[in-house]
């Protein structure tokens, strides 16, 4: 083999791979109506299992929740508008925004 189809094999390897780990590493949000179902802290961790409140079915979920302070302000069986981050090689749902449903969202 000659040094170009070397270089262009070598450029077409690097290109496919950086495409593929744009698709696996990007960001999914999600925004929805939820019901707060059950609030877990385990130390340094602090989750929300929510429902769908939209939903014709039951769909539990959880979300973590980085600021705890946030997280204590969140009253089980109420429903909030929240927008949420996951990324496909992990099951983990971050919380990015969260409001009262029907008031706006507070960062």
Do not use: C
Not at 29 to 42: G, I, Q
Not at 56 to 69: A, E, G, M, Q, R
Not at 70 to 90: G, H, I, P
């Amino acid at each position: 083999m000659n040094k170009r189809k070397v270089v262009l094999f070598s450029l077409v390897g690097v290109a496919l791979l950086g495409a593929l780990g744009l698709y696996w590493f990007e960001p999914s949000r999600t925004t929805m109506v939820v019901e707060v179902v059950e609030k877990n802290s385990d130390g340094e961790e602090h989750t929300l299992t929510v429902n769908n409140a939209m939903g014709y079915k039951d769909i539990l979920f959880t979300i973590h929740v980085k600021d705890p302070s946030v997280w204590n302000l969140v009253q089980k069986d109420e429903q909030y508008n929240v927008t949420y981050v996951s990324y496909r090689f992990s099951e983990k749902n971050n919380l990015k925004t969260i409001g009262v449903f029907g008031e706006e969202q507070a960062d």
